[in-house]
């Protein structure tokens, strides 16, 4: 519904909020609002980690993607569904994110 904070109106019911934002997973949380419950109140919601992978290099640049390799030559990360090749001379550091095993 917009950008946070951000106040809305709720119906008596069982809702569940979506939170999200590019380059961060995004989160759910479940609500539910009685006819008794007083007007008011608020939700705080953290996202969790980055959804990318990151490569930060020496001149400060930020790569956000999918690292697809690593040699002790050069990185390969798809940046927007595109592989770029990235020497490893040039890499500062390199933030791996926690992905779930997909079965093949």
């Excluded at 997973?25 to 539910?32: D, N, R, V």
């Amino acid at each position: 519904m917009g950008t946070t904070p951000k106040i809305v109106q709720v119906l008596p019911g069982k809702h569940e909020l979506l939170f999200s934002k590019e380059g961060f997973k995004s989160g759910t949380f479940p609500l539910e609002i009685t006819a008794n419950d007083v007007s008011g109140g608020s939700v705080s919601y953290e996202l969790g980690t980055s959804a990318f992978d990151s490569l930060e290099l020496r001149d400060g640049t930020v790569l956000s993607g999918d690292v697809q390799s690593m040699t002790n030559t050069e990185v390969m990360i798809r940046v927007g569904g595109t592989i770029q090749s990235i020497d490893r001379n040039k890499v500062k550091r390199i933030v791996l994110i926690q992905r779930d095993v997909l079965p093949q």
